[in-house]
């Protein structure tokens, strides 16, 4: 391991939960190398937790642990687990979907399920709701710091079982292509799709060109409007809609200096439908 932690939850910063987790980790090795991903991780959200791993795993150097903490079932019989991503990387989370996106777009070698008599900090036998603390984060420093190896976690599992949540597949019709809004890039309020540019492509909508974006929320119908295709945010006046390409190479929807989900009050998940169709001359 090259004695990096990475850590993500949806604790927030208001209270003393994050630091503890540290306190943890440095506790046992103080040279470890400790960061967050994000702690913003809206409350219980297994999906968005799932989402910020594949966004950011794969920029990190092999042989870093990730400890992901979205756990509304914390105290269950789900299972904590390991897992070896085929990248080279390693995440410390429970069994509840937070692998989904991992496991189908990089691909997970192996997983082991951690021994929690054996890796749980000391003491903390009859705390059972705070695990990000007392098994993650303890598991992953030790991981990390390579006091141990990821064959000592646990026996392993199959990784065909990993629990996964639900990914809406985008569609190509004949002459539109139909997804969903997947997340938010959080602070600037741009709407990230399950639509590929891959998948886009097959519009052949040139930069500059113009697409029908429709977006509904059930059967209600939030947004509509014809919207330029362009490379960059520049490409279009401040206070105008762009649809671009994201760093995910998924199809986005922005407004220049402006916050797009706001504006509209669009939110996420599979009844968040968003259709593309080339506007024709």
């Known amino acids: 391991m090259n004695k990096h ?3 993500q939850s949806d604790f927030g910063l208001v209270d003393g939960a994050v630091a503890a987790m540290y306190g943890v980790a440095l506790e046992v090795s103080p040279s ?7 702690h913003e991780i809206p409350p219980y959200d297994i999906f968005a937790a799932s989402y910020r791993l594949i966004q950011t795993l794969q920029y990190w150097p092999q042989g870093t642990v990730f400890v992901s903490v979205v756990d509304p079932g914390v ?3 789900r299972k904590s687990v390991v897992a070896k991503t085929s ?3 390693y995440v410390v989370t429970p069994d509840n979907g937070t692998l989904t996106h991992v496991k189908r777009l990089i691909g997970i070698e192996e997983v082991r399920e951690i021994e929690e008599a054996v890796h749980r900090r000391k003491n903390t036998e009859h705390s059972y709701t705070f695990h ?4 993650y984060a303890y598991t992953g420093a030790k991981l990390a710091a390579d006091l141990i190896s990821f064959e000592d976690v646990g026996q392993l599992l199959s990784v065909e079982r990993v629990v996964e949540v639900d990914l809406s597949v ?3 019709f004949e002459d539109r292509i139909v997804g969903c809004v997947d997340i938010l890039d959080v602070r600037f309020g741009s709407c990230w799709t399950n639509i590929s540019r891959e998948l886009f492509t097959k519009l052949n909508v040139e930069f500059g060109e113009m697409v029908e974006v429709s977006i509904t929320n059930g059967h209600i119908r939030v947004y509509q409007n014809h919207v330029c295709y362009g490379p960059t945010f520049a490409q279009v006046n401040v206070g105008e809609v762009l649809l671009y390409t994201n760093s995910m190479y998924h199809m986005a929807m922005a407004i220049n200096q402006g916050n797009f989900a706001r504006a509209y009050n669009i939110g996420t998940g599979p009844q ?3 259709e593309l ?3 024709l001359r």
């Open 5 to 7: 932690l990475v850590l």
């Open 32 to 38: 470890l190398k400790v960061y967050d991903l994000t």
């Open 75 to 77: 105290g269950s019989n």
């Open 87 to 89: 990248s080279g990387h």
């Open 132 to 135: 990000g603390r007392d098994v």
């Open 170 to 172: 985008a569609q190509l």
């Open 272 to 274: 968040w439908k968003v």
């Open 277 to 279: 169709k080339k506007v």
